[in-house]
């Protein structure tokens, strides 16, 4: 498989984690990434996150890294 860029929305955050949706994964079953994740990988503030527009990283199916859109 080939790396490929794909847009990734925050939905809320829950905990020490966040809920993403994807072109793949919708609100009724979204993807959970670590929240400090996303802050190290994109440098953006814990409260900036909720309904930010990133861009996901994927390789081989899985999600390698977040970067602001």
């Known amino acids: 498989m080939s790396t490929e860029r794909i847009p990734v929305r925050v939905v809320l ?3 020490d984690q966040a809920e993403i949706t994807t072109p793949h ?3 009724s079953d979204p993807e ?5 994740r996303l802050v190290r990988e994109t440098g953006m503030a ?3 996150l ?3 527009e990133l861009v996901a990283v994927v390789d081989g199916g899985d999600l390698v890294r977040f970067e602001r859109a």
């Open 13 to 15: 955050l829950f905990g």
């Open 25 to 27: 994964r919708d609100h």
């Open 32 to 36: 959970r990434v670590p929240v400090d």
């Open 46 to 48: 814990r409260a900036d």
């Open 50 to 52: 909720p309904g930010a």
